[in-house]
């Protein structure tokens, strides 16, 4: 496999101990798992009834991704699958993400799980979920 390395004008110009060591940590040659993202990105914003979550999972499949909604917690998991190899091609450098990713958070109300709607469209997970209303209230009488 060949490595692809990021010219940097000034190396030449310096001597330093260490540059060979920071050009071994910037080279793309670590294994995916190493790369692997530490969380997936999202974006969360409400109003006065629901909840609007946009998730990025860049490479998943919309079957690949699964969404579970418990109380006021929302977990997302996905796959990221690694795509099969043309014959006749040759892999230069790897540094595309495969495998799996989960995300979990809670939010401030219960969600109405019976309306929550989903949408997967380029490599975004859009969810809409609406918040469970808030039992009233009452005052007992005491007897």
């Known amino acids: 496999m060949s490595a692809l390395t990021r010219y940097e004008p ?35 914003t409400e109003n006065d009834r629901e ?7 860049p490479g998943a499949k919309k079957e690949d991704v699964s969404v579970k ?10 796959e990221v699958k690694e795509e099969k190899e043309t014959k006749g091609e040759r892999v230069l450098t ?9 995300r979990a958070f809670s939010l401030a109300h219960e969600i109405n799980d019976k309306e929550a709607q989903a949408k997967f469209d380029n490599g975004v997970l859009s969810l809409t979920l609406p918040k469970r209303a808030q039992a ?3 005052t007992l009488a005491i007897g």
């Open 94 to 102: 790897r540094e595309r993400y495969y495998g799996s990713l989960a």
């Open 10 to 44: 000034f190396d030449d110009l310096f001597t330093d101990p260490f540059r060979e060591f920071r050009r071994f940590l910037r080279t793309p040659d670590w294994p995916a798992a190493m790369r692997a993202p530490s969380e997936m990105r999202l974006d969360v």
């Open 51 to 57: 909840y609007v979550v946009k998730a990025e999972i």
């Open 69 to 78: 909604i418990d109380g006021n917690t929302v977990s997302i998991t996905a």
């Open 136 to 138: 009233k209230g009452t």
